[in-house]
């Protein structure tokens, strides 16, 4: 039995329905890591009110937050999977049944960037990544909605040969720039090297990451904690508002290039939505998160 | 944790300091558009009364899903904020001449607005995002939607609502912001960040 159009628009509508329900395990975990440290009333107050409001929505199937974003679907194809039917569009189709019956419904956040005019379709939409995983026999969607709250300090600079000092300067200055504004504490995702859009893809890659994982590369591992605790150092703090944490995680990753290096940092709010799963030749689907 | 009536008296907004919390009873008015608060500022301009009295009220950005109950009434779905600063050049505006007790959502809102709010004697409170459980939990009553012709969570809404919050009182009539303090607080720690990521790299 191949993998369907059916099977692929069911569960890429599944996905995102499912992640505007509930904060991710991992992310839930964080918050509870934050809550035991954090040294000020204000800080530890809000991070109760953030576990409180994603067990409510998740008891109650409510959305964590009437910014529902824009579908993001990061698909990976198996060289092996056996496909039947235009998957692409699947998504596609798949994201226009859900806003026609999900419950509660949605707002218009589609926006045509040249009108602002705010609807539930537009060029582009769903915005779909394609990678290809050599030897697999399934399909892997990752949903990973985006919304202005976050997405809107993400930042890149190309340099020359810079040095490790120069990309961590240049990390802490995108964090000033977001300050209070991306609903801290996030999730950073930093990309480094590439091209201009592979920079950019590693980043938003980085943020997918669970959080409390290791980066197998010793040099990126010790980059990623203490850019975490130089980040934690500001004092920006939940909401903004003042606190030990205003970040989760930092998550690094590289690829080669030229000399002229790309680095791109993105960052993704505390409710970190994020679902997973895999369509395998059988038909079987795996959630994964 | 202190209980406050709303739209929030001018005695009680200058009684607060920022980094208080509050809960808040009664009515609020918001929006989460930017088309909602020009609209808004043009009836200031041109000596209109907005559809919704807005006369020392309490004027929040938070977006909400609002409808038509099958009983002619209407009903929120849920709410939640949006990021404030998208409308730093137009809240200052509204502030004064509406004379504004308090306003909110997250992430707080520029000098500017600090110095109107400071002025009128108006705070701004921040909202939790992705607290949209909470906030809906709140909301008691929809006593009018304005702007129909807007998407929903652009319109202008009058709500009734019961101990919503906490809220941070991020800036407060004073002069004083959170929001600001702490991007200067952080400012001046840089110079030290930066020298202990380098401590740290070189030890690494």
């Known amino acids: 039995m191949p993998i369907t159009y059916d099977a692929v628009k069911a ?10 329900r509930r904060v991710p395990p991992d992310t839930l975990a964080g918050l509870e890591t934050a809550l035991a440290s954090e040294t000020q009333d204000g800080a530890r107050q809000v991070l109760r009110m953030m576990l409180g409001s994603a067990r409510k929505a998740e008891a109650e ?46 707002l218009k956040h589609v926006t045509n960037p040249l009108t602002n005019e705010r609807g539930y379709k537009g060029r582009d939409m ?22 202005l709250g976050s997405g809107r300090w993400a930042a890149l600079e190309t340099f020359s040969f810079p040095s490790l000092a120069q990309i961590e300067a240049y990390v802490m200055k995108v964090v000033m720039q977001a300050g209070s504004q991306h609903c801290p504490p996030v999730i950073i995702g930093v990309g480094i090297g590439g091209s201009f859009d592979v920079a950019a893809r590693i980043a938003s890659k980085a943020t997918m990451r669970a ?9 990126l591992a010790a980059m990623e904690q203490r850019l975490l605790r130089a980040v934690n150092a500001t004092g920006f703090g939940p909401m903004g508002t003042g606190g030990d944490t205003t970040a989760l995680a930092v998550h690094v990753d ?17 409710i970190n939505r994020r679902t997973r799963a895999r369509i395998h030749n059988d038909g079987r689907v795996e959630r994964m998160e | 944790m202190r209980t406050i009536r709303f739209p929030m008296s001018r005695e009680d ?44 009220g309490s004027l929040f950005h938070l977006g909400s899903y609002s409808q038509d109950t099958a009983d002619g009434g209407l009903e929120i779905l849920y709410m939640n904020p949006t990021t404030s600063t998208r409308f730093n050049p137009l809240m200052p505006r509204l502030i004064r001449h509406f004379g504004l007790t308090a306003v909110g959502g997250k992430g707080g809102l520029d000098a500017g607005c600090v110095d109107a709010m400071a002025e009128v004697g108006c705070v701004y409170l921040s909202f939790l995002g992705g607290g949209a459980p909470l906030h809906s939990a709140a909301i008691k009553a929809v006593r009018a939607v304005a702007y129909p012709d807007l998407v929903a969570h652009y ?7 019961e101990g919503l919050g906490p809220l941070t009182v991020g800036i407060d009539t004073h002069g004083n912001s959170l929001f600001d303090t702490l991007q200067q607080q952080a400012a001046d720690r840089m110079p030290d960040i930066l020298a202990r990521l380098a401590a740290e790299r070189a030890a690494s």
């Open chain 1, 11 to 20: 569960l890429s509508a599944q996905l995102y329905d499912w992640s505007l």
């Open chain 1, 61 to 106: 199937d409510r959305f964590v937050c009437s910014d529902a974003g824009v579908p993001v679907f990061h698909v990976t194809i198996g060289t092996a999977a056996r496909l039947d039917g235009d998957i692409k569009a699947a998504i596609s189709d798949g994201f226009d049944e859900l806003v026609e019956r999900i419950s509660p419904p949605l």
């Open chain 1, 126 to 147: 769903p915005l779909v990544t394609w990678d290809v995983a050599g030897g697999a026999d399934w399909v892997e969607i990752l949903c990973q909605p985006k919304a």
């Open chain 1, 211 to 219: 959080i409390g994982t290791t980066n197998p590369e010793p040099v």
């Open chain 1, 254 to 270: 590289y690829a080669s290039g030229h000399g002229y290096t790309p680095v791109a940092v993105c960052f993704n709010c505390w």
């Open chain 2, 13 to 56: 907004a200058r009684s607060l300091s920022a980094g208080d919390m509050i809960l808040a009873d009664g009515e609020i008015v918001i929006t989460a558009g930017l088309p909602t608060i020009q609209r808004l500022v043009a009836c200031a301009d041109e000596a209109r009364d907005p559809p919704i009295a807005l006369d020392g």
């Open chain 2, 155 to 161: 319109r202008l809404v009058r709500l009734a609502v």
